[in-house]
C-alpha cells in the first residue's frame, strides 16, 4: 500500500472517471430520497389533513399509507439498483485502475 | 481445553440462572405472570442451539480479527441478516406494535424514520466504511488523525452511545421477561448479562453474528406467522381490516391521520435526523461493515438488510391495525376484563396478546423466546463493539501505541466484555423503574452528534484536522447529553424540576449543527505543522476509499 501505487492510481484518467460517474450518482440517489423523506416529514408537520384523505372515494387506504408503502418500496429499489451498478461498473473500473498501477509498478 | 473449562463453568452459571427459571412465581407480584413453558422451552432451545454455535466459534476464533469481525469472511447475505438482527431490538417489535395499535398511522411513519437511514448508508457510507475500517469505526477517523488522542474521543463516546443503549435494552429485557415468563426482574437481567458474556467472550463476533442470523430469521417468521393469521380473520383484505378498525378504536377515521405524535415541525424534523443520522453513527452497526470481505459484499449487506427491515416494519404495521380488533375487543387481554382498560402486562404487549389469540400457547411461547433472544442478540453486539473500543482503540493503540500483541488484545477485550456485562446487569438493576425511552432517544441522538459528523467529515472533507476532529466529536457528544438532560423528559420528569431548560425532546436538529461547526472552525483555524501533514494525507485515503486499494482484506493481515 504505498503511496506510489495511490500516486499512479490518482493520475490514471478513470480514477477522475470512477469518483465523478460513482459520486453524481450516489448524491443523485441520496438527494432523491433525502428530499422524499423530509418532503413527507413537511407535510406530516404542516399538512397532516392531506395524508388522512382516501385515495379514492369509499377506500379506506388513505394518501399518507399509500405514499408511505410506495416510499419503502421505491426506496429499497433505490438501493438495489445502487448496488447492482456499484458492484458491476464501478466495481471493473476500480479494479482495471487497480491492475494499470500495478503493471506500471513492474 | 482450557477455552472448554471456561465454557463449562459458563454454562454451569447458566444452569443455576435455569433453575431459577424453575422456581415457582412469587406470590403477589401483580404484574408478574404465571411461569410460561412454552416459552421457556423454546427459549431453552434457542439457548442450546446457539451455546452449540458458540463453542464451534471458539474452535475458530483465534486471532484479533477473528474476535473482532469474524475474520472478515461473512457473505453480504448473512450479514445482512445480522444487520437486520442488530437493528431491530424488542423495541421494534413490541413497541412499534403498540404505537400502530394506539396511535395508528403514527407509527408508521416512525418505521418509515427508522428504514430511511439505510439507503443513505449504502449510497453515502457502506464502501467507505469498509475500504477504510479494520476493526472499529475509529480506524476511519484516526486514520490520518493524531491516533492517541481521535481514538480516545471516538471510544468515549462509543462507549456512551453502548451504554445508554444497553440500558434500554437491559431495562426492557428485565420487564419483558418478568411478564413473559414470570420470571424475577433481577434473575431475568442476570440471565441476559451472562449469556452475553458467554456468547461475546468464546464465541467473539463469529458467534455474535450467527446469533443475529438465528434471532432475525426467527424474528421475520414469528412476525409474518402472526401476521398472515391475523389478516386472514379478515380475508386478507386491508379496507375491511381498517372499515373494523377505524369503527371500534377510540381515534376513530382519525385512526389514519397524522396525530400528536409528530404535531411540531422542528421535532418531526429533529427526530427524522436523529434516526437517521443516529443509526449511521451506532457503533455496533458500524462494526457489521467490517464482517465482510470487500466493498461489494458491504454493499450487498445493506440490500439484504434494509429489504428485510422494510418488509418486517409493514408487517408489524398489519399486526398493529389487526391487534385493534383482535385483541383490543377481547376483554380476556384487559385487567379485570373491561374493555378499553388497561393491557394485561401494559401497553408494550399487544403483539404478545396478538399472538396468543390467533396462535394459542405455542404461538405465544414461540413469540415471546423471539423477544428474548431479540434482547440477547442486540446485547450481545453492543458489548462487542464496547469491548472493541476499549481493546483495540484505547488499549492496543493508545496505551500501547500499536504494539499489543494479539493475545493480549484478545485477553483485553474478552475482559472489557466481561466488565460491560457486570456493568449492564448493575445498570439495569439501578434504572428498573426508569423510563427508557429517554435512553434510547439519547442513544441516538448522542451517536448521530458526536460519531457521526466526525466520521462523514474524515470520509469526505479533506481539510479535517485533529483539532477539529476532538472539538466537533466533543462538542456533539457533550452537546447532544446536555440538550437531553435539559429536555422534559430527564429534567421534568426524571430530576423533578418545574420547566425544561431546552423544549424540545430530540437532540439532533440542534447538536448536529454545532458538531460540524466545531469541527470546520477548528479545523480551518489550525495552521499547525501538523495540520498540514493530516491535509496532505487525504489525498492517499481518498484513492483508498474509493479503489479499496490497501483495504484490510479477509485473509490475514
Redesign the interface.
Same mark, same amino acid.
Given at each position: 500500500m504505498s503511496s506510489a501505487m495511490y500516486e499512479r492510481m490518482r493520475a490514471n484518467p478513470k480514477f477522475k472517471e470512477l469518483v465523478s460517474r460513482r459520486g453524481r450518482f450516489a448524491w443523485t440517489l441520496a438527494f432523491i430520497v433525502l428530499s422524499m423523506f423530509y418532503g413527507f416529514v413537511m407535510v406530516v408537520a404542516f399538512n397532516p389533513a392531506a395524508l388522512g384523505q382516501p385515495v379514492a372515494e369509499g377506500s379506506m387506504l388513505t394518501v399518507g399509507v399509500a405514499v408511505e408503502l410506495f416510499m419503502f418500496i421505491f426506496f429499497w429499489s433505490l438501493t438495489a439498483v445502487y448496488v447492482k451498478r456499484a458492484n458491476s461498473e464501478f466495481d471493473a473500473l476500480t479494479q482495471e485502475i487497480v491492475k494499470e498501477a500495478w503493471k506500471e509498478n513492474k | 481445553m482450557r477455552r472448554l473449562t471456561h465454557l463449562g463453568t459458563a454454562l454451569g452459571l447458566l444452569a443455576v440462572a435455569a433453575m431459577a427459571y424453575a422456581g415457582p412465581p412469587v406470590e403477589g407480584a401483580m404484574e408478574k405472570q404465571a411461569t410460561n413453558w412454552h416459552a421457556i422451552i423454546m427459549f431453552c432451545l434457542f439457548v442450546m442451539m446457539t451455546m452449540g454455535i458458540t463453542y464451534w466459534a471458539s474452535s475458530r476464533t483465534k486471532s484479533t480479527a477473528d474476535f473482532y469481525t469474524a475474520g472478515g469472511g461473512i457473505t453480504g447475505f448473512q450479514n445482512g441478516l445480522a444487520i437486520a438482527g442488530d437493528y431491530m431490538s424488542a423495541a421494534t417489535l413490541l413497541g412499534l406494535t403498540a404505537m400502530v395499535y394506539g396511535q395508528g398511522?403514527d407509527g408508521?411513519?416512525y418505521m418509515?424514520?427508522f428504514?430511511?437511514g439505510?439507503?443513505?448508508i449504502?449510497?453515502?457510507m457502506a464502501?467507505r466504511l469498509r475500504n477504510l475500517g479494520k476493526f472499529t469505526f475509529s480506524d476511519i477517523t484516526a486514520y490520518r488523525l493524531d491516533q492517541g488522542k481521535v481514538r480516545t474521543m471516538a471510544a468515549i463516546s462509543s462507549l456512551t452511545v453502548v451504554c445508554f443503549y444497553l440500558i434500554a435494552q437491559m431495562v426492557g429485557a428485565g420487564q419483558l421477561i418478568k411478564l413473559l415468563f414470570g420470571l424475577e426482574y433481577n434473575v431475568a437481567i442476570f440471565a441476559v448479562g451472562i449469556l452475553m458474556m458467554v456468547y461475546v467472550t468464546f464465541g467473539g463476533m463469529v458467534a455474535t453474528t450467527w446469533v443475529q442470523i438465528i434471532k432475525a430469521c426467527m424474528l421475520l417468521t414469528g412476525g409474518t406467522l402472526v401476521m398472515f393469521l391475523a389478516f386472514s380473520q379478515f380475508g386478507f383484505s386491508?379496507?375491511t381490516l381498517?372499515?373494523k378498525a377505524?369503527a371500534v378504536h377510540k381515534l376513530g377515521?382519525?385512526l389514519?391521520?397524522?396525530?400528536s405524535l409528530?404535531?411540531?415541525?422542528v421535532t @418531526?424534523?429533529s427526530l427524522?435526523l436523529g434516526l437517521?443520522f443516529g443509526t449511521a453513527g451506532l457503533p455496533h452497526i458500524l462494526m457489521r461493515f467490517f464482517t465482510v470481505t470487500d @466493498?461489494?459484499e458491504a454493499?450487498?449487506s445493506?440490500?439484504y438488510a434494509?429489504?428485510f427491515v @422494510?418488509y418486517f416494519?409493514?408487517v408489524i404495521f398489519l399486526m398493529g391495525l389487526c391487534g385493534i380488533i383482535i385483541v383490543g375487543q377481547n376483554p380476556e387481554f384487559f385487567e379485570g376484563g373491561q374493555l378499553g382498560g388497561k393491557l394485561i402486562g401494559g401497553g408494550n404487549m399487544v403483539a404478545m396478546h396478538l399472538s396468543k389469540a390467533v396462535g394459542g400457547d405455542m404461538l405465544l411461547g414461540f413469540l415471546a423466546a423471539v423477544a428474548f433472544a431479540t434482547i440477547l442478540a442486540v446485547v450481545s453486539g453492543l458489548a462487542l463493539a464496547g469491548a472493541s473500543a476499549i481493546s483495540h482503540d484505547l488499549y492496543a493503540r493508545v496505551i500501547k501505541k500499536g504494539a499489543a500483541s494479539e493475545a493480549s488484545e484478545i485477553r483485553v477485550s474478552k475482559i472489557a466484555t466481561i466488565c460491560l456485562g457486570f456493568v449492564a446487569i448493575i445498570l439495569g438493576i439501578l434504572f428498573e423503574k426508569q423510563n427508557i425511552a429517554f435512553m434510547v432517544g439519547l442513544a441516538f441522538g448522542v451517536a448521530a452528534a458526536a460519531n457521526f459528523p466526525v466520521l462523514i467529515l474524515s470520509m469526505y472533507w479533506k481539510g479535517l484536522t485533529t483539532r477539529g476532529a476532538l472539538f466537533g466529536g466533543y462538542g456533539g457528544l457533550i452537546s447532544s447529553v446536555l440538550f437531553v438532560l435539559f429536555s422534559k423528559s430527564v429534567w421534568v420528569d426524571v430530576l423533578h424540576n418545574a420547566a425544561p431548560l431546552f423544549p424540545y425532546a430530540q437532540p439532533a436538529l440542534f447538536a448536529m449543527p454545532i458538531a460540524f461547526l466545531l469541527a470546520y472552525i477548528f479545523s480551518k483555524t489550525d495552521s499547525s505543522v501538523r495540520a498540514g501533514h493530516e491535509i496532505e494525507a487525504f489525498?492517499?485515503q481518498y484513492?483508498?476509499a474509493?479503489?479499496?486499494?490497501?483495504a484490510a482484506s479477509a485473509s490475514n493481515h
Open positions: - | 398511522y408508521y411513519i418509515l424514520a428504514f430511511a439505510w439507503p443513505i449504502l449510497f453515502l464502501e386491508f379496507q381498517l372499515e377505524t377515521p382519525q389514519m391521520y397524522p396525530g409528530l404535531a411540531d415541525p @418531526a424534523i427524522g437517521m @466493498a461489494r454493499r450487498k445493506v440490500l434494509s429489504g @422494510a416494519f409493514n489525498e492517499d484513492v483508498r474509493q479503489t479499496g486499494y490497501g
